[in-house]
């Protein structure tokens, strides 16, 4: 790159964000297997150390993933996903675990998935508004449409709604949540112990709001958060997906198989933030990827090997089976993954067909790849992947990186000790925090309060 590309790109520092899921899979279905990994997952120990390690490398911000049942897709079954610790094998409520993270750390943003197919606009306006305030302002919302029959039967439900009902779904049930938020002024709440006066009456509306999919009538029992709302997640990759979070999201979260299908998502998703009026600078695109690092190559690529022979093709198979919503145990195993209409989630389609047409791996070979983790370009010392990262960020394929470590808390430690001081040496990234809330982190202003 030259000089004045690289110097406009450092006018933004690299967003740096951590991919976890309170169980045992984060960026490597072997990682829970691995000798130095902690399996104390039930503690809270495990979830305050994680917190704490991401703080002290500065991170934006830890995002815990979750899920709502133990999928079944593959072979009909749930024995692949508990004997192999697999994608959804054991969940903790996320937003219990970022509580307790958010009491033993002071800057890390906090984000939590949550599905608009299976909750209401109240509760969860409520939940994510009381984090912000606990928190001073670090709280951040996965938006998922769910999309999987063993989630929806523990809701009482026969079958899914569509993926376009999904998202209309959605639409509504974000902007009821940012009515609800909206229904205290800034400045209502006044804890006048004199006067008395707790809060002022006249800035407190309800919102009365009458949709297809919800009656609200507001306003909420929490005043407006610190930062007006949390920070808006969103990985769809459909078009679908890909036009909502266009105008809605603050962060994306995609993968990909090579830095070229990274740059034309990057310039798509920034052009259609610009399409509908958005600052595309405040549209936030983190690829998720799997660095293994270690002190020099040779260590970092025994690493490499390590969790490659920790990891068994059935788990990465039960796993994408669950992303696709596809049973892949229907196919023949050594032969590469067919055209098909996927009803699943389309970017790990798209991600994982154009791996399989370039090397033409088998599907059986293809689930221990999935397992270990997406891309080969980020193992090494902390040179090469330090170098790794700089060349995405300048190459304009994204702002930052969704860092999904391969095993906790060693890979994490790792990352923090290795990769981290490299970056900040380079210009690339912070060496201190310099504002108090999640959005001062990622370069994001804070939504006015949308009046009557």
């Known amino acids: ?16 964000a951590a991919f976890v899921v309170a ?38 911000m830890l995002f815990l993933a979750d899920i709502l049942a133990i999928p079944r897709r593959y072979e009909n079954s749930l024995e692949s996903q508990l004997r192999l610790g697999a994608l959804g094998a054991l969940r903790l409520d996320p937003m219990v675990v970022l509580s307790l993270i958010a009491a033993s750390t002071k800057h890390l943003g906090l984000a939590s998935t949550i599905s608009t197919s299976y909750f209401d606009p109240y509760t969860v306006a409520r939940s994510l508004a009381t984090l912000d305030h606990l928190s001073a302002g670090r709280a951040a919302w996965n938006i998922v449409t769910s999309f999987q029959q ?49 809060a002022d009456a006249s800035k407190v509306r309800s919102i009365n709001h009458e949709g297809k999919w919800f009656n609200v009538q507001g306003p909420l029992n929490v005043s407006r958060p610190p930062q007006g709302r949390p920070v808006f997640i969103q990985a769809g990759a459909s078009g679908t997906g890909k036009d909502f979070a266009a105008r809605w999201a603050d962060v994306v979260f995609v993968t990909h198989s090579s830095i070229e299908s990274a740059q034309a998502f990057y310039t798509e998703m920034k052009d259609s933030a610009r399409h509908y009026g958005r600052n595309p600078d405040e549209l936030k695109i983190l690829p998720g ?45 050594d032969e590469v993954l067919p055209d098909i209409d996927v009803p699943g989630v389309q970017g790990h389609y798209k991600e994982v067909a154009e791996l399989t047409r370039k090397t033409k791996m088998g599907l059986r070979e293809l689930g221990h790849r999935y397992g270990i983790g997406p891309l080969r370009d980020f193992v090494g010392d902390a040179d090469h992947v330090s170098e790794s990262l700089q060349r995405w960020y300048e190459a304009k394929a994204c702002d930052g990186f969704m860092i999904q470590v391969p095993y906790l808390p060693g890979g994490l430690e790792n990352f923090v000790r290795l990769v981290v001081p490299r970056l900040q040496d380079k210009g690339l990234f912070r060496t201190e925090y310099e504002g108090k809330t999640l959005r001062d982190h990622l370069g994001l202003s804070r939504p006015e309060r949308k009046e009557d």
């Open 1 to 16: 790159m030259s000089g004045s590309q690289s110097s406009s790109r450092r006018d933004h520092p690299m967003n740096l």
């Open 23 to 60: 169980g045992p899979v984060s960026g490597c279905h072997g990682g829970w297997r691995h000798p130095a990994a902690n399996t104390q997952l039930l503690s809270a120990s495990y979830y305050t150390q994680i917190g704490q390690l991401l703080e002290e490398g500065r991170f934006d």
């Open 150 to 198: 063993a989630e929806a039967a523990n809701f009482g439900l026969t079958e899914q709604l569509s993926r376009e009902e999904r998202y209309e779904r959605a639409e509504e049930f974000v902007q009821v949540a940012c009515e609800l938020w909206d229904s205290w002024a800034d400045d209502a709440l006044k804890l006048d112990t004199a006067t008395p006066e707790f």
């Open 289 to 333: 990827i799997v660095p293994i690092v270690g002190e020099t190559e040779s260590i970092a690529l025994e690493q490499e090997k390590i969790l490659s022979d920790l990891t068994q093709p059935e788990a990465g198979l039960s796993t994408l089976s669950y992303h696709l919503d596809i049973d892949l145990s229907e196919f023949p195993q």
